[in-house]
């Protein structure tokens, strides 16, 4: 059977009780379940309803996320995510551009390519491009100053390898960025672009091949291939145009934040949750979250 999912921001706790109520009571619903007070909840359904996107907009409107999915195997064994503006607050190469004084430029070009109005890969081109001659040593900084994690992603994290999940970090960044924020995160691995470098300067190239849209979809095919497990035991999650492709392949496919163009083209939407809400889709409650 299908099953509901209700959830709002962590902070604000705006899901209001008879709103639950009167949703399961319309659409002929089993008993709620409440995954945290006031933020998540719960309820079966007989089949997925008719007006289900009709409803997710009015209570979007709300401040409510809405998510219907298969109850049976939601629980999934792989975690594989973007990095920038999905565990990361930013877009990276758009804050490493602000230092070299080119940040209105790459900007453009990100949010182009991210809703997918520019091919990925000349788009990559073109803004580190942009970067030539800046100092290595600017990454560091950038890391230490202008990078900030996304509410929830370390007890995502915590939460799902202590139930036994592996966790792949896949990205159209860079590895300078990904390196670090994997290994603050907990991440088993990290996938993402090379910036080349000479003389202690970027040289305004990038390091083949380029990891773009297909390579996250190949990095999900050999890494769910390499644990023996099914592509259905994905939760992949990103915000891009360049995440649709391991979105749609994954078993739960989560636009987190998501560009217009990329959420309408997914079932499993998050505009108001943090990345624990990756948890609730799954069945825990805020009981079973690991924080330590």
Same mark, same amino acid.
């Given at each position: 059977?299908?099953?509901?999912?209700?959830?709002?921001?962590?902070?604000?706790?705006?899901?209001?009780?008879?709103?639950?109520?009167?949703?399961?009571?319309?659409?002929?619903?089993?008993?709620?379940?409440?995954?945290?007070?006031?933020?998540?909840?719960?309820?079966?359904?007989?089949?997925?309803?008719?007006?289900?996107?009709?409803?997710?907009?009015?209570?979007?409107?709300?401040?409510?996320?809405?998510?219907?999915?298969?109850?049976?195997?939601?629980?999934?064994?792989?975690? $594989?995510?973007?990095?920038?503006?999905?565990?990361?607050?930013?877009?990276?190469?758009?804050?490493?551009?602000?230092?070299?004084?080119?940040?209105?430029?790459?900007?453009?070009?990100?949010?182009?390519?991210?809703?997918?109005?520019?091919?990925?890969?000349?788009?990559?081109?073109?803004?580190?491009?942009?970067?030539?001659?800046?100092?290595?040593?600017?990454?560091?900084?950038?890391?230490?100053?202008?990078?900030?994690?996304?509410?929830?992603?370390?007890?995502?994290?915590?939460?799902?390898?202590?139930?036994?999940?592996?966790?792949?970090?896949?990205?159209?960044?860079?590895?300078?960025?990904?390196?670090?924020?994997?290994?603050?995160?907990?991440?088993?691995?990290?996938?993402?672009?090379?910036?080349?470098?000479?003389?202690?300067?970027?040289?305004?190239?990038?390091?083949?091949?380029?990891?773009?849209?297909?390579?996250?979809?190949?990095?999900?095919?050999?890494?769910?291939?390499?644990?023996?497990?099914?592509?259905?035991?994905?939760?992949?999650?990103?915000?891009?145009?360049?995440?649709?492709?391991?979105?749609?392949?994954?078993?739960?496919?989560?636009?987190?934040?998501?560009?217009?163009?990329?959420?309408?083209?997914?079932?499993?939407?998050?505009?108001?949750?943090?990345?624990?809400?990756? $948890?609730?889709?799954?069945?825990?409650?805020?009981?079973?979250?690991?924080?330590?």
């Amino acid at each position: 059977m299908p099953i509901v999912t209700l959830l709002t921001a962590p902070a604000r706790r705006l899901l209001d009780p008879a709103l639950v109520e009167a949703l399961r009571n319309a659409w002929g619903g089993g008993a709620v379940q409440w995954l945290a007070p006031d933020e998540a909840a719960e309820f079966e359904v007989p089949e997925i309803p008719g007006n289900r996107w009709e409803v997710w907009a009015d209570v979007q409107a709300q401040g409510v996320d809405l998510v219907v999915q298969p109850r049976e195997g939601r629980r999934k064994a792989m975690l $594989l995510a973007d990095m920038d503006s999905t565990m990361i607050r930013q877009e990276c190469i758009d804050e490493l551009a602000d230092e070299a004084g080119v940040g209105a430029r790459v900007k453009e070009i990100t949010a182009r390519a991210m809703n997918g109005e520019l091919d990925f890969e000349g788009a990559l081109r073109a803004r580190v491009g942009l970067l030539k001659d800046l100092p290595v040593s600017t990454i560091t900084r950038v890391l230490e100053e202008r990078i900030d994690l996304m509410p929830g992603g370390k007890v995502l994290l915590a939460t799902m390898k202590a139930n036994g999940a592996y966790a792949a970090l896949v990205s159209g960044g860079f590895t300078d960025f990904t390196s670090a924020v994997a290994a603050d995160l907990g991440f088993d691995e990290n996938r993402a672009n090379t910036l080349l470098s000479e003389g202690g300067r970027l040289t305004g190239e990038v390091g083949m091949p380029i990891l773009g849209k297909q390579a996250k979809v190949d990095a999900l095919a050999e890494i769910t291939g390499r644990l023996g497990l099914a592509e259905a035991d994905v939760l992949a999650v990103g915000d891009g145009a360049n995440d649709l492709g391991m979105l749609h392949r994954a078993g739960t496919g989560v636009a987190l934040h998501a560009k217009p163009a990329v959420a309408a083209q997914c079932d499993v939407r998050i505009n108001h949750g943090d990345l624990t809400a990756l $948890l609730y889709l799954q069945g825990y409650a805020a009981s079973e979250f690991v924080t330590g």
